[in-house]
């Protein structure tokens, strides 16, 4: 796959977003997966739910745990783009927004390797990117659609603050990526939110060599 296909112009260095980079069969099988495990596998945060797989990263290096076979596909799937300069991704974080729930301007900071990939199941979101300061300028709005991937990383990935915005629906209309979307929205089209799967998966290039089963 080329990646220089699938980037996004008009906006501070590098965003790629790929559509339909899943299969709705796909889609629907990492649903069945994340929603049948036991639930103190799901961490409750005030604005949202999580699953942590392949360790918990820290600055002093992670404690690597086993990734499920059915996480190891789209690992895989990943991978074969070479985007993390020959490393493997070795950590996946599973997010749940229900309609209305967002996350605030963060960045995914220094103990990744600066590049986070995200697959989105099961509903739209928008991805809002600001500029680190006070000032919080917007840079961009990012539509990722359903069974997308969006690869974030260099300046992106380290200079900008991105965020999702605590809201029902979105206006897409001022999106920078529509010309890359498969789907042509209508001027000011709102699109009503469902609740959304996300997939980040990510390479943590510190690691402990005990291991954890």
Known sequence: MDLS???ILGVPATIYYIPNFITLEEED????HVYSVPKPKWTCLSN????????????????PEKIPDWLQEYIEKIANLNIFDGKKPNHVLVNEYLPGQGIMAHT????????????????????????????????????????????????MYTN???????????NVSGCANLNNCTTKYLLNEQLKRG???????????????????
């Open 5 to 7: 296909n699938f980037r």
């Open 29 to 32: 099988c990492i649903l069945k």
């Open 48 to 63: 949202r739910r999580l699953q942590d797989y392949g360790g918990v990263p820290h600055e002093k290096g992670m404690i």
């Open 108 to 155: 995914d900071g220094p103990l990744f390797f600066p590049t986070v990939t995200t697959i989105s199941c099961g509903s739209h979101t928008v991805l809002e990117f600001v500029e680190n300061n006070e000032k919080r300028d917007k840079i961009c709005d990012l539509l990722l659609e359903r069974c997308s991937l969006i690869i974030v990383k260099d300046d």
């Open 160 to 170: 900008y603050l991105h965020s999702i915005r605590e809201v029902d629906s979105d």
């Open 195 to 213: 609740t959304r799967v996300s997939l980040t998966i990510r390479h943590v290039p510190k690691v402990l060599k005990i291991k954890l089963f």
